[in-house]
């Protein structure tokens, strides 16, 4: 089957780094999407990883080891609105790769 | 602007009653889009696939009589509960996946509570 675990909270201040790490068991795995969900919103899309290596897309950046079945999301000059949960999810041969398998969520609270 | 709405936004029903949630993608035409629920801080489960023209598919161990999907058109796709428990109240949230199928779009959702 399918599972991805992820950290269930991390706390930084204002302006600092953080990471958040997804391990994964997949079989077919096509790639590794990050979404971004504030409390009792939707979950909105915020980078995605096909191949091994970093993305970056202004303050927040993605990586991928497909060997380790590994990946992160690296969020940079951490602001209050950060504060959101993070789920890292899988795309894999399940469904034809059509569906996205969600990690078990990480709570980031940002504090001053 | 949304690409993906839902209605409505939140509904509270007695037990036994029926709900009927709806999904439409406002920007471009979906052939499938994706039905989840979500417990209080839990993770996106998927439930099920609709799909335009055919059958839904679900997810093992979700009821399909009593989550029935109906995607009636390119752009809409309702979901509903029949016979709804209060151990039903939950968030329920459809996506639609962008062409190239690397991310979904995802609806506001819709908080059921089931007294």
């Known amino acids: 089957g399918q599972s991805l675990e992820q950290p269930s909270e991390v706390t930084a201040v204002e302006g600092a780094i953080v990471q958040i790490n997804c391990t994964y068991q997949?079989?077919?795995?096509?790639?590794l999407s990050w979404y971004q969900q504030h409390d009792g919103g939707a979950p909105t899309f915020l980078s995605y990883n096909a191949l091994d290596g970093l993305e970056e897309t202004g303050r927040f950046s993605s990586f991928l080891s497909r060997s380790d079945s590994y990946g992160y999301l690296l969020l940079q000059e951490l602001q209050m609105k950060d504060s959101a949960s993070y789920f890292c999810a899988v795309r894999d041969r399940k469904g034809g790769g059509n569906k996205l398998t969600f990690g078990t969520g990480t709570q980031l609270k940002v504090e001053l | 602007g949304a690409v993906v709405s839902q209605h409505p936004s939140r509904v509270i029903c007695k037990s036994g009653t029926s709900v009927k949630i709806e999904c439409r993608s406002l920007?471009?035409?979906?052939?499938?889009m994706f039905w989840y629920r979500q417990f209080p801080k839990q993770s996106l489960m998927l439930m099920a696939t609709s799909n335009e023209g055919s059958k839904a598919t679900y997810e093992q161990g979700v009821e399909k009589d009593k989550f029935l999907i109906n995607h009636a058109s390119l752009t809409l796709s309702t979901l509903t509960v029949t016979s709804a428990h209060p151990e039903d109240s939950s968030f329920y949230i459809c996506?639609?996946?962008?062409?190239?199928?690397?991310?979904?779009?995802f609806g506001p959702g819709t908080r059921l509570l089931v007294l």
């Open positions: 920007d471009f035409q979906a052939t499938t």
């Open positions: 997949t079989s077919g795995f096509y790639g």
């Open positions: 996506s639609v996946p962008q062409s190239i199928q690397e991310t979904q779009y």
